[in-house]
Protein backbone atom coordinates (compact mmCIF):
# COMPACT_ATOMS: atom_id res chain seq x y z
CA UNK A 1 0.00 0.00 0.00
CA UNK A 2 0.96 3.47 -0.77
CA UNK A 3 0.52 6.57 1.27
CA UNK A 4 0.26 10.13 -0.59
CA UNK A 5 2.14 12.13 1.46
CA UNK A 6 0.60 16.35 1.80
CA UNK A 7 3.13 18.58 1.12
CA UNK A 8 3.45 22.20 0.32
CA UNK A 9 5.32 23.60 -2.64
CA UNK A 10 8.24 25.69 -2.13
CA UNK A 11 9.48 25.98 -6.02
CA UNK A 12 8.59 25.38 -9.55
CA UNK A 13 10.58 24.36 -12.60
CA UNK A 14 9.86 23.71 -16.17
CA UNK A 15 8.81 20.17 -15.20
CA UNK A 16 9.47 19.75 -11.33
CA UNK A 17 8.89 21.10 -7.87
CA UNK A 18 10.25 21.43 -4.71
CA UNK A 19 8.29 20.58 -2.11
CA UNK A 20 8.30 20.75 1.88
CA UNK A 21 7.36 17.26 3.58
CA UNK A 22 5.29 17.39 7.21
CA UNK A 23 8.10 15.89 8.59
CA UNK A 24 11.24 19.11 7.49
CA UNK A 25 12.68 16.96 4.81
CA UNK A 26 12.61 18.80 1.18
CA UNK A 27 12.26 16.74 -1.65
CA UNK A 28 11.70 17.23 -5.49
CA UNK A 29 8.48 16.04 -7.58
CA UNK A 30 7.64 15.76 -10.75
CA UNK A 31 4.83 18.34 -12.22
CA UNK A 32 4.21 15.92 -15.38
CA UNK A 33 0.69 14.81 -13.79
CA UNK A 34 -0.41 18.27 -12.52
CA UNK A 35 1.39 20.66 -14.20
CA UNK A 36 -0.50 24.09 -12.64
CA UNK A 37 1.19 23.76 -9.26
CA UNK A 38 1.85 27.06 -7.74
CA UNK A 39 4.59 27.95 -4.83
CA UNK A 40 2.83 27.66 -1.56
CA UNK A 41 0.27 25.25 -3.11
CA UNK A 42 -0.59 22.16 -0.81
CA UNK A 43 -0.37 19.00 -3.24
CA UNK A 44 -0.10 15.03 -2.66
CA UNK A 45 2.59 13.30 -3.93
CA UNK A 46 2.67 9.45 -4.85
CA UNK A 47 5.64 7.79 -6.27
CA UNK A 48 7.66 10.89 -7.20
CA UNK A 49 4.61 12.60 -8.84
CA UNK A 50 2.60 15.45 -7.58
CA UNK A 51 -0.97 14.12 -8.53
CA UNK A 52 -3.23 16.67 -6.75
CA UNK A 53 -3.59 20.02 -5.39
CA UNK A 54 -5.35 20.02 -2.00
CA UNK A 55 -6.28 23.06 0.60
CA UNK A 56 -4.16 23.46 3.67
CA UNK A 57 -6.60 22.72 5.65
CA UNK A 58 -7.04 19.05 3.90
CA UNK A 59 -3.09 18.81 4.05
CA UNK A 60 -3.28 18.96 7.76
CA UNK A 61 -6.29 17.04 8.36
CA UNK A 62 -4.25 13.71 6.54
CA UNK A 63 -1.06 14.68 8.02
CA UNK A 64 -2.98 14.76 11.41
CA UNK A 65 -4.47 10.79 10.57
CA UNK A 66 -1.03 9.91 9.67
CA UNK A 67 0.12 11.00 13.07
CA UNK A 68 -3.24 9.05 14.58
CA UNK A 69 -2.28 5.85 12.24
CA UNK A 70 1.40 5.90 13.11
CA UNK A 71 0.38 6.09 17.02
CA UNK A 72 -1.57 2.92 16.70
CA UNK A 73 0.95 0.78 15.11
CA UNK A 74 3.14 1.17 18.28
CA UNK A 75 0.18 -0.52 20.09
CA UNK A 76 1.17 -4.11 21.40
Known amino acids: ?42 VLIDRGFIIQIISADEAQAIIALYAEMSGLAEVP
Open 1 to 42: MCLALPSRVTAVRELEADVALADGQTATASTQVVAEVGVGDY
